[in-house]
């Protein structure tokens, strides 16, 4: 009977082990804990972010399944402290994936390519998905909303900004930076990129790069003693892992102590 079929698939869904990315604000589908003002067209969850297929290609992010654009915002050097010793570059970097959400101007349902068959340039002309009555503007309220960082970053602590003031480079990969204000950076070559990032003490070892350590991005610097060269930058992912759940806004460490701050700097 309906009863009992129904009975059982609860109990399957209860007894599926999901964890990670599941668990949080960043599951943005059916099944996401804020379900009732979710996209209910999908129980999909990457999604929302990432395309197996035809991502936008214009920054150095994994597969990015919304519009990136670049455009528009005021950075962090703009706000004049006379303190700020590093160069800071035009967005870019993983954070403009970051904020093809949270600076609140796209809709959350706007992606390249829907769940199913075809690509979906119709998406963005109607700002929404096929089958959707209107765009769903999801959890990210409206400038008044901190989530909602908005397009002027000035009051955000900095990004697309050089680690440590400079002084690490493809020639000095070791450090130690410029400014003795930070901890030391390690690095490493994966594939044909070097990689920097501070260690933590949270998991794992130190010759290699774990989730819970501080990631550097690894931009091409426009400007300073390095132009030029790759090196490494603090960008919105060095402190959050937008998959993890043990910490709610997605830290890469527990911020207890301001762990997270002082990891880099020497305070
Ligand atoms: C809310 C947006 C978002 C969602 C949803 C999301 N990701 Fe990501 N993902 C990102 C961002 C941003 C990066 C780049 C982070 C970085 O450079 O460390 C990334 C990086 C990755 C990477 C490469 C780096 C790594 O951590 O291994 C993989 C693999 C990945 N995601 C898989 C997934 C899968 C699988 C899902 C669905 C279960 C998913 N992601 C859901 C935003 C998201
Ligand atoms: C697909 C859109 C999307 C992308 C891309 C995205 N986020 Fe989010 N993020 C959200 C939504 C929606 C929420 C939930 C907002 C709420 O509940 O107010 C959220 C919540 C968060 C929160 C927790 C806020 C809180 O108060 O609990 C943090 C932190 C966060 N995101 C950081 C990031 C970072 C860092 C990146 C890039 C690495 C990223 N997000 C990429 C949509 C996105
Ligand atoms: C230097 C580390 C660092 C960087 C870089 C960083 N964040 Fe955060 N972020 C934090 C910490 C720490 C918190 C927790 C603040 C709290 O507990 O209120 C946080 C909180 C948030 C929140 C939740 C709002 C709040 O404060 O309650 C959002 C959303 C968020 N970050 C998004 C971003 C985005 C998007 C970027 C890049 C534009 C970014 N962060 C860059 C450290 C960072
Ligand atoms: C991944 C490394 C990293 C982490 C983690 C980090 N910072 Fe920073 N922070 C930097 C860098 C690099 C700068 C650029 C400063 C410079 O070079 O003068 C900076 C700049 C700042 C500034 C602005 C300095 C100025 O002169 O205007 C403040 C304030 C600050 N950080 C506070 C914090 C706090 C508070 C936290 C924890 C919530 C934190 N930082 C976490 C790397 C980091």
Same mark, same amino acid.
């Given at each position: 009977m309906a009863g009992g079929v129904g009975a059982v698939l609860v109990l399957i869904g209860a007894g599926a082990a999901l964890a990670g990315i599941? &668990? @949080?604000? +960043? &599951?943005?589908?059916? *099944? #996401? /804990? &804020?379900a009732a003002s979710n996209f209910s067209g999908t129980e999909e969850i990457c999604v929302f972010c990432h395309t197996p297929h035809g991502g936008d290609s214009t920054a150095a992010v994994p597969l990015w399944n919304r519009h990136l654009d670049p455009a528009g915002y005021q950075t962090y050097d703009q706000r004049g402290t006379t303190t700020l010793d590093a160069n800071i570059e035009p967005i870019g970097s993983v954070s403009v994936a970051c904020l093809s959400? +949270?600076? #609140? @101007?796209?809709?959350?349902? *706007? /992606?390249i390519n829907e769940p199913g068959s075809g690509a979906d340039v119709w998406a963005f002309s109607q700002g929404r998905w096929r089958g959707q009555a209107a765009a769903v503007s999801g959890r990210i309220g409206p400038v008044t909303v901190i989530t909602n960082l908005g397009k002027d970053l000035t009051n955000d602590h900095p990004i697309g900004v050089q680690f440590a003031g400079g002084g690490y480079a493809e020639a000095n990969p070791a450090g130690p930076g410029r400014d003795r204000d930070f901890h030391a950076a390690e690095s490493k070559v994966v594939g044909s990129t070097r990689i920097w990032w501070v260690n933590t003490s949270t998991e794992g070892g130190t010759a290699d790069f774990e989730k819970s350590d501080m990631k550097l991005y690894t931009r091409v610097a426009t400007?300073?003693? =390095?132009?030029g060269e790759p090196q490494p930058f603090v960008e919105c992912a060095s402190c959050h892992?937008?998959? /993890?759940? =043990? &910490?709610p806004t997605f830290l890469r460490i527990n911020p207890a102590g301001s762990n997270v701050c002082l990891t880099c700097h020497n305070k």
């Open positions: 599941f &668990n @949080t604000k +960043h &599951n943005l589908g059916s *099944s #996401g /804990v &804020n959400c +949270h600076d #609140g @101007t796209q809709a959350m349902d *706007s /992606v400007r300073g003693a =390095y132009a892992d937008p998959h /993890v759940d =043990y &910490n």
